[in-house]
């Protein structure tokens, strides 16, 4: 055991003699050690990284510092794999370093021995745009390195990580939800279940300037009128302290579901003055539009419709779902220890041909489920769960079309031919052709004429 401490403090002496960043994990996925250059780079101290547990997703909550979530390798380098990847961290100034590495699995008996060695390039790195780079050859590295680059830009300040991507929609929903947490103005979220509504109206709460006041949520498809109208009149004439007045929020989840005699209470509540929150409200309809179909109150409408936010479908943003999959791929990582790069592009095309009805909430359970049964680096095509296949089964092998008879034409087709056939054996005589069919002469005549086998006679 004494010479295998010697041998580390020895290892040690001579990596803080390199000019190199270089870091070890053990076998924990905690950092053992970092040499001085590796510790000037990243501008903290041995005693503030020495510990902390990578992990490869956002920061676990109450981790000590954001570094380690940034210096964690790729899976594969856990698993034994020597590699190359790209890790960094957020500096004290606010800048994002950046610079690629050379993961080294270490192998040594004893329970000393480190996991793994990363090598650290000396210059910062630049990702290529539009190229794929090296230093991310995986389509899952190089989505992982695109979230962690949107987490500094924009989710750190506002808490959008369920609004990533780049389609057009979600960009637009991104600086509406910017707009109104700059705002006091009340905001109705609009959107299908399972798009997010209660998660962006928790985010223009908390993402404001000043969220020093409470998030009261209301359900209206639960709360009776009498218990919604209490509820409010104590919020109103409640005296919240100087420092929290005017930054708190009530939140009316499902305000499109409000009986109407609820919609009366909050419309006077909320017309009276001096109400002390902000109102923000989730429905899946416009209200608006609601009003003008006579379905809603007209004046709580445009009260609570200041700001209107619009949330697409998952099926009206499909570019976005190999990005919200590496998200929730990345969070199922800091949840338990496991650790999965991400999925297969076999896997991402067929989450790409599902319908997704519970948009983004469905996603987030079936990328749950395919991480618990993964058990390799990726997620592949047979760890998804039994709907994507049913659904991918069903598109390959559609069902026919079932033909609607209806019986008056379908008897009709049976008893044409059989005149057409009653006459060819009677060689064209109608009077023996109606005794074959057991009809008189003249009924055979006008069924032949119905059908278009004979001229009417004039």
Known sequence: MARGRTDAKELARLL???????????????????????????????????????VYGP?????????????????????????????GATLADGRLTRRRARFVPLRGEGELSPALMVLVDSAEWTEPDGQPSP????????????????????????RLDRFVGD??????????????????????IIGPPGSGRQHAAQ?????????????????????????????????ASQRFPQ????????????????????QAEVARVLAGKRFPLRVVATAREG???????????????????????????????????PHLAQLFVEEANVRSGKQIAGLSAEALDRLDAYPWPGNVDELSRVIDEAHRAAEGVEIVVGDLPQP?????????????????????????????????????RAKGNKTKAAKLLGMTRPRLYRRLVQFGLEEPQT
């Open 203 to 235: 985010t223009i709460h908390y993402a404001a300037a000043e969220s020093t006041g409470p998030l009261v949520p209301l359900a209206c498809t639960v709360l009776a009128a009498d218990l919604i109208a209490s509820t409010l009149a104590a919020i």
């Open 388 to 424: 994507i296949h049913l659904a991918h089964a069903a598109a390959v092998h559609p069902r026919r079309p079932e033909e609607t008879i209806v019986l008056e034409h379908f008897l009709a087709r049976i008893e044409r031919e059989l005149l057409v056939r009653a006459l060819e």
């Open 16 to 54: 803080d003699a390199v000019a190199q960043p270089v870091y070890v994990l053990d076998e924990e996925q905690a950092i053992a050690f970092c040499n001085q250059a590796c510790l000037d780079w990243l501008g903290c101290t041995a005693e503030a990284i020495h510990g902390q547990r990578c």
């Open 243 to 262: 420092e929290v007045s005017g930054h708190g929020t009530l939140l009316l989840n499902d305000v499109d579901q409000l009986a109407p005699e609820s």
């Open 59 to 87: 920061s676990a909550e109450g981790a000590k510092e954001p570094v380690a979530a940034g210096l964690c390798p790729p899976p594969g380098a856990l698993r034994g794999q020597e590699m190359e990847g790209v890790v």
């Open 287 to 321: 209200l608006i539009d609601l009003a003008r179909q006579d379905k809603y109150r007209e004046d709580l409408a445009s009260a609570l419709s200041t700001l209107v936010i619009r949330l697409p479908s998952l099926a009206e943003r499909r570019a976005d779902i």
């Open 167 to 188: 389609s057009p929609a979600i960009r637009r929903v991104r600086s509406q939800i910017e707009l109104a947490a700059g705002s006091r103005a009340s905001v109705v």
């Open 135 to 158: 230093a991310c050859p995986s389509e899952a590295a190089q989505l992982h390195e695109r979230l962690r680059r949107f987490r500094h830009q924009r989710a750190g300040q506002y």
